[in-house]
């Protein structure tokens, strides 16, 4: 649904701005607007790629999990890039060797993406391996792992939250999948949008899980203690924004697929190809 609006704008300014408009072919004014508030919007949004901790743990018989081919000759890597094409910026935070490979496998084939690598020295949990990029992120920004493939429309993600933070004053916005299971994945409990419970790995049926991919203020950093100390998203970050009614979740009705195991690569290899 359109809504009409006035604005005040620069005569000058909007000169040259009927000059675009005729070369590029918009119908209206109102046509040409809309599409560059779209593309700011689209710029302005940042995601991060955790990558932290030991790289071992990120590999699956020696080989990176991200760089597994899943769909003909690409990888999860890919894939998780093509997800991104709209996001103006991403960061890849790891340790030196996942930096390094994704730089390898990136440069060239996304010259036009703006990727910064940050480097992690010491493994001190999630939350720390964030913590190195605070001061290079906007108010609210994408957080998601490198080693899950996700079928999900992420700027959607960033809107819910906007919406989340506005009407409940959310400081995170927890992608959530409705499901049966026993294994250990986060166990989530919500009343309405609202997220009540977050217990990480707990046994037991669960009906709502987490699916780690989250849209964050950057108010999350005061919940993160500064200096040399373990601290993990999942187990001391998130227990605290719902003790303060502050941590929202955004249902999603697609799979994920987490990347333990070549079992795991089958399954999402026999889904990508049956879309």
Not at 116 to 124: D, G, M, P, Q, V
Request: with cysteine; aromatic share 10%; net charge positive.
């Amino acid at each position: 649904m359109k809504k009409r609006i006035s604005l005040t704008i620069d005569s000058e300014l909007l000169k040259h701005a009927d000059k675009f408009i005729d070369n590029l072919n918009f119908d209206s004014r109102s046509g040409f607007m809309e599409e560059c508030i779209k593309k700011y919007l689209q710029n302005s949004s940042v995601a991060v790629i955790l990558a932290g901790g030991n790289p071992d743990k990120l590999k699956l018989n020696n080989k990176f999990k991200f760089l597994i081919p899943v769909k003909q000759d690409k990888t999860l890597l890919d894939l998780l890039f093509e997800r991104l094409s709209e996001f103006g910026k991403i960061f890849i935070v790891g340790q030196k060797e996942v930096v390094n490979t994704c730089f390898e496998n990136l440069s060239e084939g996304y010259p036009d993406a703006d990727i910064e690598y940050i480097e992690e020295k010491e493994e001190l949990g999630n939350a720390k391996t964030l913590e190195l990029i605070r001061d290079k992120l906007p108010q609210n920004f994408l957080v998601l792992p490198i080693d899950q493939y996700y079928d999900l429309d992420f700027l959607e993600l960033m809107k819910r939250h906007n919406m989340n933070q506005t009407i409940l004053r959310s400081l995170v916005t927890l992608t959530v999948v409705p499901t049966s299971t026993t294994k250990k994945y986060g166990n989530i409990s919500m009343i309405g949008s609202r997220i009540i419970k977050h217990e990480e790995k707990k046994t037991g049926k669960k009906t709502l899980i987490s699916a780690f991919a989250a849209v964050c203020d950057k108010q999350i950093f005061d919940y993160i203690p500064k200096g040399r100390i373990q601290w993990e998203l999942q187990k001391e970050v998130y227990p605290k924004l719902i003790e303060r009614r502050a941590m929202s979740g955004y249902i999603i009705n697609t799979p994920i697929f987490n990347i333990h195991s070549e079992k795991d690569i089958k399954r999402l290899r026999k889904y990508l190809k049956n879309r």
